[in-house]
């Protein structure tokens, strides 16, 4: 048996799958990772507690998959864009107030870092222009400027700043390289011109880290999938469970990973074009991912990058900072939610699939199910916008609400918040239209993907076609990929797409009266969130003003 082995390290765990050459998983496994959340925006993790996860999911996957070790010819990692800091011998060092060298990740999700992003944006420099024209506090130079300013004991000690996904595979082969993916994605590396702007650096008070050819931060970048020193070393192989020198395909972030388990698979009509396709991974927060083949600049939509996603195309990366994240949220806030949960825990549902059978009785189909929310409306901006707005001081608006305590009403709370997370992806959408990205699908990945209902309204509310992957497992998949290049199973990420992913179901968007109805609830959705713009701005100026 030839398999490869996909980990996707998410928020909350590490998950572990073993796909043969076609694409099939063959098992999977999954387990959770510690995470340690404060005031003023900090959240945190180990690199020891995630290692140590990945290492129990690949052992259990293996076993489930029936797969000997010198079956694997080929593995990849994808995780979350969270700060790594090990010291020179590669141990873990404090990252935060704590002073617990075991809390040595700075999670993607943290704000610690807000100040130090105002202040870089504030400098307007060029290399902002491939972000989207600011750069967010998800990413990784405001929180190595927060580290500086706060830590900065910890700062001159570090050895290495990793993106979680690179810190992966050097603790797997040994190798400092970086991916393209993370470092041009998260970091301001300008892959089209294969270099890091030593002035950026200098201008944003990070100037150390030019220094040795920015050794700390990548002094050598590779493409996606390249494979990485001599495979996987002598303990990372133990560990494992694996075979020494095993490849190891340069990493993705994990959404990146998601759109490379779904975007040119293939389906009745052979391999599609990823350029017409959206790809949208929704997890925690959720990553609405296109492809151009020319440069194309769109406020407040992350890029664009080149190659870091597929060689030879550029990248546009928008996103919504909280989308299953905001959806619990917002359940859980109903009063009729521990009654609901305790139902749907008695017919051994999870909580939302409970509330979707609902939605779907109560409405008589899914088709219809989005009225229920005609009079709720949501904008739930709970983490602020990523995009296309650049705003992670934005917050949620709900409009509608009554005294209903009832199940039926957080039915149609539910509904109105699949909407309005619907509706910020049609704002994505619009944003990118308006600089000529043309897009006639939407492929969904992620766990949400498998909500016909909200395939359904996604569909409606953006009027794109919705297709859904038939692996259920795309993130895992597009790791195993960069195993199967690695290794030279596949000779590229479009060969490892045309032969590993497939389409399955696609839904196609309404038109007439349901098209007219998700428009007046886009129209509601913009006019409350212009309205949180404007109530802000003026609880500003009377914050500002002398007392």
Not at 135 to 142: H, L, N, Q, R
Not at 368 to 373: E, F, N, P, T, Y
């Amino acid at each position: 048996m030839s398999a490869f082995i996909g980990v996707d390290v998410g928020t909350g765990s590490a998950r572990a799958g073993v796909f043969d050459r076609a694409g099939t998983l063959l098992g999977s496994a999954k387990r959770p990772i510690r995470i340690w959340q404060e005031d003023g925006g900090i959240v945190e993790q180990s690199s020891d507690d995630i290692w140590q996860a990945v290492v129990d999911s690949v052992r259990e996957a293996m076993d489930k998959a029936g797969a000997a070790p010198d079956d694997i010819k080929g593995l990849g990692f994808d995780a979350t864009c969270s700060l790594v800091v090990v010291d020179k011998g590669g141990k873990p060092l404090p990252v935060g107030p704590s002073g617990d060298p075991a809390r040595n990740v700075i999670v993607w999700m943290d704000h610690r870092a807000m100040a130090q992003t105002a202040r870089i944006n504030a400098t307007g420099h060029p290399v902002l222009r491939y972000i989207g024209g600011a750069i967010s506090p998800e990413m990784e130079t405001p929180k190595l400027l927060w580290l500086k300013e706060n830590k900065p004991e910890v700062f001159a000690a570090a050895g290495d700043f990793f993106d979680l996904a690179d810190f992966l595979s050097w603790r797997a082969t040994g190798s400092r390289e970086r991916s393209v993916c993370t470092v041009t994605c998260k970091w301001t590396y300008l892959a089209h011109e294969a270099r890091w702007d030593p002035d950026y650096f200098q201008t944003i008070g990070l100037g150390e880290l030019v220094e040795d050819d920015f050794a700390r931060i990548g002094a050598s970048i590779v493409d996606i999938a390249a494979p990485l020193g001599s495979g996987l070393t002598e303990a990372a192989a133990a560990e494992l469970g694996l075979v020494v020198g095993t490849p190891v395909g340069a990493p993705l972030i994990d959404a990146h990973a998601g759109a490379i388990g779904t975007l040119g698979g293939s389906g009745p009509n052979g391999a599609a074009d990823p350029a017409g396709q959206l790809s949208l991974i929704m997890g925690t927060s959720s990553c609405a991912m296109a492809l151009t083949r020319e440069a194309a600049f769109v406020d407040g939509v992350w890029g664009p990058y080149y190659g870091a996603l597929l060689p030879g195309y550029w990248l546009l990366e928008g996103g919504q900072s909280a989308y299953g994240a905001a959806l619990d949220y917002l359940v859980a806030m109903h009063p009729a939610f521990p009654a609901v949960s305790k139902a749907a825990a008695e017919a051994g549902r999870p909580v939302l699939d409970y509330l979707e059978t609902r939605a779907v009785e109560m409405a008589g189909s899914p088709e219809d199910a989005a009225r229920l929310a005609s009079d709720i409306h949501i904008v739930p901006e709970f983490l602020g916008n990523r995009s296309p707005e650049a705003d992670p001081k934005a917050t949620a608006v709900l409009a509608g609400l009554t005294l209903d305590s009832g199940t039926d009403g957080l039915v149609r709370l539910f509904v109105a918040g699949l909407c309005g997370l619907c509706y910020g992806t049609r704002q994505i959408v619009a944003a990118k239209r308006e600089r000529g990205v043309d897009l006639g699908t939407i492929v969904v990945s992620g766990g949400a993907a498998r909500s016909a209902l909200l395939r359904r309204i996604l569909a409606d509310a953006t009027g794109l076609k919705v297709a859904l992957p038939v692996t259920g497992e795309p993130v895992l998949l597009g790791g195993a990929m960069l195993g199967a290049v690695a290794s030279g199973a596949q000779p590229s990420l479009k060969d490892a797409a045309a032969a590993m992913c497939r389409v399955g179901d696609v839904i196609a968007p309404a038109h007439g009266a349901m098209a007219d109805f998700h428009a007046a609830k886009y129209e509601a959705f913009r006019v409350l969130q212009t309205s949180e713009r404007q109530v802000r701005a003026m609880m500003a100026r009377v914050d500002a003003a002398p007392h």
